[in-house]
């Protein structure tokens, strides 16, 4: 039976819209694609495109609105012209830790030189290093909304969660790490200080001791010790400690947690795990903390270790400038 003759069904077009077609393709027509230009033509001149062009470079946060009622002009038609004439597009900011001078920028490209220049001597280069940073642990450090997410179904409701805000107690701990793994996570007492004195003893006391236990065939003139530029990892004395152990120091470029694999690896996914537990005293947060990092495999830190190879070599094709990923 055919379809088309069953009287609950329509034909998919209009009889009207056939004979039209049909007219058409015998004038010549070839195609069902509309004519070119029919429509309301946008009026954007080259004059326009200047103006616009004009306000944005004297401000560059205005927005489309703003432009429109500056130039009188209609929001898609700004748009237009932004997007699709002057190809721009708008973005946020990227924070980066400081704004680097051209010597700062200098100096990171010359550390990473000389890095990779020892570094392409032989892999025994990177497992002589030891590197050690501080940071602040909460006591209870609110999961983020990406950690909170779950599966759900169309029907059901999403999931709510009320904002909390970290704890007012922290702690710091400072840690010490080479290719192998976590040498030593050291909690620094409440109220203390980490100044020069401080710091140089717990290298003298705590790490000197941790490397007789995990590193036994490792001996203290072989080490290659690297830090940041803090106060008291630069000071005077705690130079002399080191030179006194038989410690060679590594070259640091100034404001670079970019190429220091603590700030850059360690710390974000060790704050990562601890995100969402609360803790009561400092003896389970110091607990917590031990677990995790002795949780990640050797070949974990290994890859930090070749990252932050690649992340020296991404220095240099940047010319000193900060970057993200590698």
């Not at 748009?79 to 001078?101: D, V």
Request: glycine share 4%.
């Amino acid at each position: 039976m055919n379809m088309l003759s069953d009287a609950n069904l329509k034909p998919p077009v209009c009889r009207a819209l056939v004979y039209k077609w049909h007219k058409r393709f015998r004038e010549g027509r070839e195609s069902l694609e509309g004519d070119s230009g029919r429509g309301r033509p946008k009026l954007v001149s080259s004059a326009m495109i200047q103006r616009v062009n004009d306000v944005v470079d004297e401000d560059r946060r205005i927005t489309i609105g703003e432009i429109c009622d500056r130039i009188h002009v209609s929001y898609g038609t700004i748009q237009t012209i932004l997007t699709e004439k002057l190809c721009m597009h708008r973005i946020c900011a990227r924070w980066i830790p400081r704004l680097l001078s051209a010597d700062d920028k200098s100096r990171r490209v010359v550390a990473s030189r000389e890095f990779l220049r020892r570094y392409n001597q032989g892999d025994a280069f990177l497992k002589r290093i030891i590197t050690t940073d501080e940071t602040w642990l909460f006591f209870y450090d609110p999961e983020s909304k990406q950690q909170s997410s779950q599966w759900k179904r169309s029907s059901s409701p999403p999931p709510l969660k009320a904002k909390v805000v970290k704890s007012a107690k922290k702690n710091m701990f400072i840690f010490f790490m080479d290719m192998e793994g976590m040498i030593l996570s050291h909690a620094v007492p409440q109220g203390q200080t980490v100044t020069a004195a401080y710091y140089s003893k717990v290298i003298r006391r705590d790490l000197m001791h941790a490397l007789r236990k995990k590193r036994p065939h490792i001996a203290a003139e072989h080490i290659i010790f690297h830090q940041d530029n803090a106060p008291a990892h630069r000071a005077e004395s705690t130079t002399l400690e080191m030179d006194i152990l038989g410690f060679e120091r590594l070259i640091h470029p100034p404001y670079s947690p970019d190429l220091a694999p603590m700030d850059f690896s360690v710390f974000p996914a060790l704050k990562s795990e601890l995100r969402g537990h609360k803790f009561d005293n400092l003896d389970q947060l110091r607990y917590a903390t031990r677990t995790v990092l002795s949780q990640k495999s050797c070949d974990w830190y290994r890859g930090i270790y070749n990252t932050w190879v690649r992340r020296h070599t991404k220095c240099i094709e940047k010319n000193g400038e900060y970057f993200e990923k590698v």
